[in-house]
């Protein structure tokens, strides 16, 4: 049965949010030696330039499901929208190096505010038997956001812009930002936000336009969840989820020990270490994030199939051996030439398995009443964890090379088991069951 046009077109407008969470995310790491050489930057303050836009994340996610609750997910994505216009010109008009940090805080809580609220806005709306692919669409414009900055920064590189071309290839992200607030006016609320405020006939409406089969039964299941979770009174915090929130908070973790954000931002600084030029390692950087779009399609296609589990499993062990064998290129000084074919894989891997299952899963473990906060702490350790290792990484690697590498790829090992150990599969199991299966009925 084909997709509900009303939910499809809900599903792609929410998950835009993930398109400029992916290029303001990475379209820095084409910027770094202009910046580095306009405002003579250290090591250190280089990390603090590209690091700034993290800060604001950790406080965009922490923050987020404050209005999301209060406002819902729909009304607050719009707020989202016009920070990242906001940041989008911002930096490309900064007059300084502090303006421009200040305007990257700005889009890093947009970003931080989007892998809370888009995500959970997803989940929400979409039958459980779609539930995996629909949310998936948000981390697919993620990496399709990521290739387009990477794109973006190979075409204006050979425009040649001169001193101005930093300016360009941070600045053009306006214009996606502009497009999503305007079509975030024509999406529909979140039916389980609205049982949640007790707007019941608007509830069982959504669930009416977007398709639900059997919405009436729907309807009902989760106004006896919300009035389940109403009478239990509890919060985030409280012991009975204590699992919910060591699953969301490990596999947030794992996310960024895997080394990804480090190696997406410092990407062009990587090969140029490797000893490709700037053109050349722009080029290569368009490859990373072709392949980062392909491989996050393949498990798109499959998270609802296999399931979550052996989508992170399979993406452990792959990621461990391609980033042991980036420590051993930088260690050795040797075999340059397998840098990028190991780079790719290690991509093809990650997006295959935990980009593609991250926010997807965290949505999945919460029940209603704490979904918004869940989700937040999730979306917060996430960017925490991005933030300390993208603050030390220029540092580190100048120092010891290789060794982060070696690092990232342990982290991976210890992943594998701790998914083989301790993670429940989530596939076809609606929210409202999710919460049987885990206890937290």
């Not at 990496?143 to 040649?160: D, H, K, T, W």
Request: aromatic letters at 12%; charged letters at 10%.
């Amino acid at each position: 049965m084909p997709l509900n046009s009303v939910l499809l077109r809900s599903t792609v407008v929410a998950a835009l949010g993930g398109l400029l969470f992916g290029f303001d995310t990475v379209v820095i790491s084409g910027t770094t030696q202009a910046l580095t050489d306009l405002f003579h930057l250290s090591p250190l303050a280089l990390g603090v330039t590209v690091s700034s836009a993290l800060a604001g994340t950790i406080v965009g996610s922490m923050l987020a499901g404050i209005p999301g609750d209060a406002y819902g997910r729909r009304d607050s994505l719009r707020i989202l929208a016009v920070l990242y216009f906001v940041s989008a010109v911002g930096c490309g008009f900064a007059w300084n190096w502090t303006a421009l940090v200040i305007f990257r805080v700005i889009g890093g809580v947009a970003i931080g505010g989007s892998s809370v609220l888009g995500p959970m806005y997803i989940a929400e709306i979409a039958p459980a038997k779609y539930r995996g692919r629909l949310v998936g669409l948000f981390q697919f414009n993620v990496v399709f956001g990521i290739l387009l900055a990477y794109f973006s920064n190979y075409l204006m590189g050979i425009l040649n812009l001169g001193a101005a071309e930093w300016r360009w290839k941070l600045g053009i992200a306006a214009l996606p930002a502009a497009f999503f607030l305007v079509m975030l006016f024509g999406i529909p609320r979140s039916p389980r936000w609205l049982a949640k405020k007790r707007r019941i006939d608007e509830a069982r409406e959504v669930l009416r336009i977007t398709g639900e089969e059997n919405y009436e039964q729907e309807l009902q299941d989760i106004v006896a969840s919300v009035d389940a979770d109403h009478s239990a009174g509890d919060s985030l915090f409280s012991s009975k989820y204590r699992f919910p929130i060591f699953l969301a908070v490990s596999i947030a973790m794992f996310n960024q020990l895997s080394g990804i954000n480090a190696i997406l931002y410092y990407l062009n600084q990587i090969f140029a270490q490797a000893g490709f030029n700037k053109v050349s390692s722009d080029l290569q950087a368009v490859a990373i994030g072709a392949t980062n779009l392909i491989f996050t399609m393949v498990a798109m296609t499959l998270i609802d199939r296999i399931g979550r589990k052996k989508l992170l499993l399979t993406g452990a062990v792959g990621t461990a051996l391609c980033l042991a064998g980036v420590a051993y290129v930088f260690l050795s000084h040797s075999h340059e030439n397998i840098l990028v074919a190991l780079l790719v894989c290690y991509i093809a891997f990650f997006a295959f398995s935990q980009g593609a299952v991250i926010w997807v899963y965290i949505g999945e473990v919460f029940p209603n009443r704490v979904r918004a906060s869940g989700q937040s702490l999730g979306s917060f350790t996430h960017w925490l964890m991005a933030g300390i290792i993208s603050l030390g990484f220029p540092a580190v690697a100048a120092k010891s090379g290789g060794y982060p590498f070696i690092f990232f790829s342990a982290m991976m090992a210890l992943q594998f088991f701790v998914v083989l150990i301790c993670y429940p599969e989530t596939k076809g199991i609606t929210l409202e069951d999710m919460q049987k299966k885990l206890g937290i009925a």
